[in-house]
Nanobody
Framework: QVHLVESGGGLVQAGGSLRLSCAVS????????MGWFRQAPGKGREFVGS????????GFADSVKGRFTMSRDNAENTVYLHMNNLKVEDTAVYHC????????????????????WGPGTQVTVSS
């Protein structure tokens, strides 16, 4: 069983930055593709970004491209979501997710691909 715990959420003004962390335990972190999704009130879950096992391949939703990046620390079993120039519409609960994969350079944008999910951390962006 894989356990994921997010942290780093909070209240920030528009234009500000936050870094979310997701700590992973229970499985070799290097074997996992990691993703971030978010869910705003009254809306479905939305893909934000994903990073491959090798930490090089990554993909992002159009709504966050150029503002959000991801990184992973395989020694610390942690993946990060770096959020810059935050907008009010970025307000949501952010969840990290993990998917076992044998390819080192693959990342996924479909939530159905991910087997494991964290409980989420709230990000609120004020105007």
């Amino acid at each position: 069983q894989v356990h994921l715990v997010e942290s780093g959420g909070g209240l920030v003004q528009a234009g500000g930055s936050l870094r979310l962390s997701c700590a992973v335990s229970g499985r070799t972190f290097r074997s996992l593709v990691m993703g971030w999704f978010r869910q705003a009130p009254g809306k479905g879950r939305e893909f934000v970004g994903s990073i491959a096992r090798n930490g090089i391949g990554a993909g992002f939703a159009d709504s966050v491209k150029g503002r959000f990046t991801m990184s992973r620390d395989n020694a610390e079993n942690t993946v990060y979501l770096h959020m810059n120039n935050l907008k009010v519409e970025d307000t949501a609960v952010y969840h990290c997710a993990a998917a076992p994969n044998i390819r080192p350079d693959t990342y996924y944008d479909s939530e159905t691909t991910y087997d494991y999910w964290g409980p989420g951390t709230q990000v609120t962006v004020s105007s």
